[in-house]
């Protein structure tokens, strides 16, 4: 077994953040492991030969970048939804539910014809992101 490998294991392992700890934080933007992911995270990291050192249980994500000039920025803009949990989606009164779940009350318009200028309007991004080990 490499030496070094199982020194920056050590250090590394030792260093993760499991909960909530306003006086230590990793390097996500949450800041520590996400808890559905937790119990794989440690078979990893109990095997002698890998270990992780971030995890990701997968979410779902709905983005709304800034707007200055009628033009998208890169930076700046508004998380509308997050989630690291399974989403229920009722059988019922599905455009109000998800219209009520983003913007939370905002006035929404929609119109359902393609516009001609459509990259110039504001758009909103869905995300997937599955599981990830690294």
Known sequence: ???EFV???????????EYVDPERRDKSPKGFIDAPILDLMHVINQHQDYYTTSSCSGRVAIYCPSMQDDKTTTKGGIWLYVSHDPISVPSEDQETWIVQLLFSGR??????????DLLSKQLIYFKFEPLQME
């Open 1 to 3: 077994m490499n030496q």
């Open 107 to 116: 006035p929404v318009v929609f119109d359902f014809k393609r516009p001609v």
């Open 7 to 17: 020194k920056r294991k050590e250090q590394v392992v030792s260093s993760l953040v």
